[in-house]
């Protein structure tokens, strides 16, 4: 039934088959390109005006809410969540890990965890206190905040899980 004359056409036809395949996706490729000629570079085909539309109105559209009404609304069960991505460093029993411990950092005046060796950057904000606030822009971006510190963490980039987060982290004394 199988003998050597069939198995070779068989074989021939899967490789006839998938080199017609790959001339066809090399054609839609060349028809098809995304780059439009210009080595990769995206360019847009047109633009749209839009009435009022300038670039200040644009920036505080995309600013969002401020963070006092975000954290007015915060749910501490989702911030518990969000501090899985924490737990690597920071522990909230009271004991330092790799960073200071996390209880009652909410009030808590900044570098003051007894026993943590903090960075002269932070060491340097030790009048301050870690209001809501402040630990907002601390956790969204720690080496902007404090250029300097150890943390290598490159921080929370959405306002929710921060609030959320820090809502959390009040709850814990």
């Not at 899967?14 to 054609?27: M, Q, T, Y």
């Not at 809410?65 to 911030?79: H, L, R, T, Y």
């Not at 963490?153 to 004394?173: C, H, M, S, V, Y």
Request: charged fraction near 20%.
């Amino acid at each position: 039934m199988f003998d050597t004359m069939t198995f070779t056409k068989v074989l021939g036809a899967v490789c006839g088959s998938l080199l017609v395949f790959l001339l066809g996706n090399w054609a839609a490729d060349a028809l098809y390109s995304m780059d439009g000629g210009h080595g990769g570079e995206e360019t847009q085909a047109y633009s749209i005006a839009v009435e009022g539309g300038d670039a200040a109105g644009g920036a505080a559209a995309d600013a969002g809410p401020a963070f006092a009404e975000v954290f007015a609304a915060a749910d501490a069960a989702k911030g518990e969540k969000v501090f899985a991505k924490c737990k690597a460093c920071h522990k909230v029993d009271g004991t330092d890990g790799t960073g200071p411990h996390l209880n009652g950092v909410v009030g808590r005046q900044i570098a003051a965890a007894a026993g943590f060796g903090y960075s002269d950057a932070l060491k340097g904000m030790a009048g301050k206190a870690w209001a809501p606030e402040e630990l907002n822009h601390w956790l969204e971006n720690p080496k902007a905040y404090a250029p300097g510190n150890k943390m290598s963490f490159a921080g929370l980039p959405k306002i929710e899980d921060r609030a959320n987060l820090i809502a959390w982290l009040a709850t814990q004394q």
